[in-house]
């Protein structure tokens, strides 16, 4: 027995009319589609991918023909003051390409008719989602020589040249920057702030990163410069306090051993505030000036004198520099220097479960890395803008990743040691 088919071909511009012109008049289901692109400037790759170009133009068809009073076919029938005006070529943005399409044209009647807008069409050309979807790809480590190839094939898109692709990346990227460094933190309640400095080519940026009392981690702020640059870390800190970080609060900085660093602490938050030397660094500055027989032994005391308690763990580490000083001095000068804030954790008791993330910067580092990888396609840094740019979205898609500090169920004896610790006159807080 035959059976009749309803048959549309799958290539051509004319059945490509044939599909959304059959669409439209069975396209009952599309009404709230339309009514949701209109009102909210429905990002529509789920919608190409489904039943592609032929329903965009059918939703184009429908908004018009809401807007006319009826569709084309009503002719003089329809009453009202707008009427079909024919078609012309258009474009719509998608999230990561313009996609070719024949949109209807509306006009008011009589001899001085003016063009009247079809609303799901206006509503499509928002380029600001192009932007973003592009700067996400180019965030999972494409390049934008190379962008052509990731996007899906379609017929006939356009707007994906390397020039068009990087403009839309900046103007996201610009506004990524601002919402990262306006963000607030008036409700934070920050026990730690970690404080590194990042490379990228002939740049050098810093970030800041809070650990609050549950063991949330959130980027707080980034500068271009080096933490030697006192300026650069005093605007930092000066700018993170101006956007809610109570100053007045007891903190522990982690840091890298910066003295301008140290000297920023104290000018923003006083001389007050607590200072813990990342281990990691001053292993490595240690360890660079031995040759490569003597670096295991010193490795070794190292570690197991920042195990002890302050006192003890000074005086190994003293002895240490004493037997070096001889024949290698640099190594012991390096081991003398910034001593005791090596050893503040351990004077203010912090418990074993939080010894190793408060120990080092590796927390913020952990994040860098994060970093690094989203930005290793990027082989030429034109300027310090670039540098923020990138490292803004970054740290913006890093930051979803994160997870809570280790031992964070004992953060609260932390929070009771700051609220206790009083420094005594004169002394410099380590």
Known sequence: MKRSYHTIGKQGKVNE???????????QFLLPMVDLIEQCQLACDELIDVTGRATIQAVLQLSAAQVAGGPVQQGKRRNGDVVFYGRQPGQVMLSDRKLEVERPRLRTKGSRGREV?????????????????????????????????????????????????????????????????SRRFDDLKLLVIYIDGLIFGDYTMIGAVGVDSEGNKHVLGIREGATENST????????????????????????????????????????????????????????????????????SVLRAAWKLDAKAGMARIRKLAEWLDRDYPSAAASLLEGLEECFTINRLGVPPSLMRCLATTNIIESPHAGVRIQTRRV??????????RWLASAFIRTEKSFNKIMGYRDLWTLEAILNDTQPATGQVAA
């Open 17 to 27: 009319q044939e599909l959304a012109g059959y669409l439209a008049r069975s396209g």
């Open 117 to 181: 807008e079809v609303p799901a069409y206006a509503a499509m050309q928002d380029g600001e989602q192009l932007g973003a979807r592009t700067l996400e790809i180019l965030m999972r480590g494409v390049s934008t020589r190379n962008y052509k190839e990731v996007i899906p094939a379609m017929a006939e898109t356009v707007g994906v040249s390397k020039s068009a692709v990087s403009r839309r990346v900046i103007e996201a990227s610009e506004a990524e920057v601002e919402a990262l460094l």
């Open 379 to 388: 082989t030429h840094w034109q300027n310090g803008k670039m540098v923020i």
């Open 232 to 299: 650069v870390v005093k605007e930092l800190l000066e700018d993170i306090v101006a956007r809610g970080v109570d100053a007045k609060r007891k903190m522990l900085f982690v840091i890298d051993g910066s003295k301008a660093l140290r000297a920023a602490i104290n000018a923003v938050f006083g001389a007050q505030q607590p200072v813990q030397r990342c281990r990691a660094h001053k292993l490595r500055n240690v360890l660079d000036h031995l040759p490569k027989d003597q670096r295991d032994q010193a490795k």
